[in-house]
T-cell receptor
């Protein structure tokens, strides 16, 4: 989910477990969705994207699922590693907004060794 | 191939001072953006550009100016800094998959 204010939702997992990070998006007209990873002190880094004509897309150790009915997006990370510890952001875009990305507030993932 | 570079990395200003945050990319992208990021929040779009000579406002443009004279460079100018502009500023290059610079941490006293 998403939070309002200074406290990010936090997901804590054990190394080797699978992680699922959820995101509720705002606009039913959005047709493009993207996940970014931001490590402490760095800029966001692209992970994976998906278009609205798909409901699932897989990358290396990551899977994004899109449920347009309930406007929900999730990022699954397989065999989570300490290097996956970061803040994860989802973002959406749609043609009527000149395709500017609309960002979620982020979820902090902590991987315990 | 340096990607997206930003300077300076850190800056402290006094209220009312002006400054320019520099951003350059070497990926020949037409689309570039400036964001600010505040603690516990996502990224908010300040200004963006779809190509040299073309800029437009984002979500929080007040107090900031941009120009785009070349494809490579997209500077952000703070006209009269205010404490509310204390933030981390990120420049990004690319349309959907955006590549981000390392950020500039700005403190306005």
């Amino acid at each position: 989910g998403e939070s309002v204010g200074l406290h990010l939702p936090t997901l804590s997992v054990q190394e080797g477990d699978n992680s699922i990070i959820n995101c509720a998006y705002s606009n039913s007209a959005s047709d493009y969705f993207i996940w970014y990873k931001q490590e402490s002190g760095k800029g966001p880094q692209f992970i994976i994207d998906i278009r609205s004509n798909m409901d699932k897309r897989q990358g290396q150790r990551v899977t994004v699922l899109l449920n347009k009915t309930v406007k929900h997006l999730s990022l699954q990370i397989a065999a989570t590693q300490p290097g996956d510890s970061a803040v994860y952001f989802c973002a959406e875009a749609y043609a009527g907004n000149n395709r500017k990305l609309i960002w979620g507030l982020g979820t902090s993932l902590a991987v315990n060794p | 191939n340096a990607g997206v570079t930003q300077t300076p990395k850190f800056q402290v200003l006094k209220t009312g001072q002006s400054m320019t945050l520099q951003c350059a990319q070497d990926m020949n992208h037409e689309y570039m953006s400036w964001y600010r990021q505040d603690p516990g929040m996502g990224l908010r779009l300040i200004h963006y550009s779809v190509g040299a000579g073309i800029t437009d406002q984002g979500e929080v443009p007040n107090g900031y100016n941009v120009s785009r004279s070349t494809t490579e460079d997209f500077p952000l100018r703070l006209l009269s800094a205010a404490p509310s502009q204390t933030s981390v500023y990120f420049c990004a290059s690319g349309y959907n998959e955006q590549f981000f610079g390392p950020g500039t941490r700005l403190t306005v006293l």
